[in-house]
């Protein structure tokens, strides 16, 4: 699976912005996709998942209530939506894809895009 993450800039704190992902090469609807980010000097960090149908979700605390997740399968691009951000969220932000499921590791995720750069000024 070829993943492609577009999407990401510089907003103001409080703004929104929506990524989005795009994937090629096998079945997308066979994979549960999840998006991950990295701020400069950290270690890559869950953000959320979806399930192969869309149908489940799970996000990490820090982003709850103001992070959706979503998926079109028939467009073959997953989605997020980033409402309230703050200035904490900037990162570098990638799309991901895994066989398993609702899992938050980095290990169980077979497919990585090229990720895309999320800037939030004060």
């Known amino acids: 699976v070829q993943l492609q993450a577009s999407g990401g800039g510089l907003v103001q704190a409080g703004g929104s912005l929506r990524l989005s992902c795009v994937a090629s090469g096998r079945p997308f609807s066979g994979y549960a996709m999840g998006w991950f980010l990295q701020a400069p000097g950290n270690q890559r960090e869950f953000v959320a998942v979806?399930?192969?149908?869309?149908?489940?979700?799970y996000y990490a605390d820090s982003v709850k209530g103001r992070f959706t997740i979503s998926r079109d399968n028939a467009k073959n691009t997953v989605y997020l939506q980033m409402n309230n951000l703050k200035p904490e969220d900037t990162a570098v932000y990638y799309c991901a894809a895994n066989k398993y499921g609702l899992t938050y590791r980095p290990q169980d995720y077979d497919y990585w895009g090229q990720g895309t750069l999320v800037t939030v000024s004060s």
């Open positions: 979806i399930s192969r149908s869309e149908y489940s979700t």
